[in-house]
């Protein structure tokens, strides 16, 4: 089957605006990541879903910043009036469990804010 | 605190030669550890991880924990492994924390 898909592959937004971010894991994975990439570094993680709930949001770097899965399947990445440094690749990952499973990663959301 | 360093951010060697990527880690509890690689225009995927002590495209890294080390290594490179390799450690058993990363570079 399909791998973990992220649409769009790029975004470009004007600063201040609004924008989502979507990410289609691979079927049957409870398990579901957000990680961002700056250039030049490796990724960071923002947030951990296990199932509809947010297990861990702990790198989610300030309120702007949000996200849902509400069916435990497709999960959106939400950012509010967004800036410069915002700009970077966004990529989600999924896995069976959680836990110890090895985590599939999509191909990113190039994020340029303008 | 949890962190990974990749000392080097660009390695170059020839084709035939061995290859060392290196990878310190700094975590308090029993870490998890992996190499993550993007080929070109790929995404990113999962080389090697420490428990499984496989040897993947000829690639093995061992799991140093005096030294704090997860060190990737290759007798002899293959132009084909040009890469971004990622170290990554995972402190509990969800995220995953990475290094900045190393572009591995082969030349013919």
Known sequence: GAGVSQTPSNKVTEKGKYVELRCDPISGHTALYWYRQSLGQGPEFLIYFQGTGAADDSGLPNDRFFAVRPEGSVSTLKIQRTERGDSAVYLCASSSEGGRTEAFFGQGTRLTVV | ?108
């Open chain 2, 1 to 108: 605190a949890q962190r990974v360093t990749q000392p080097e951010k660009l390695l170059s060697v020839f084709k035939g030669a061995p290859v060392e990527l290196k990878c310190n880690y700094s975590y308090s509890g029993s870490p998890e550890l992996f190499w993550y690689v993007q080929y070109s225009r790929q995404r990113l995927q999962l080389l090697l991880r420490h428990i499984s002590r496989e040897s993947i495209k000829g690639f093995t890294a061992d799991l140093n924990k005096g030294e704090t080390s997860f060190h990737l290594k290759k007798p002899f490179a293959q132009e084909e492994d040009s890469a971004m390799y990622y170290c990554a450690l995972r402190p509990g058993a969800q995220k995953l924390v990475f290094g900045q990363g190393t572009r591995l570079t082969i030349n013919p």
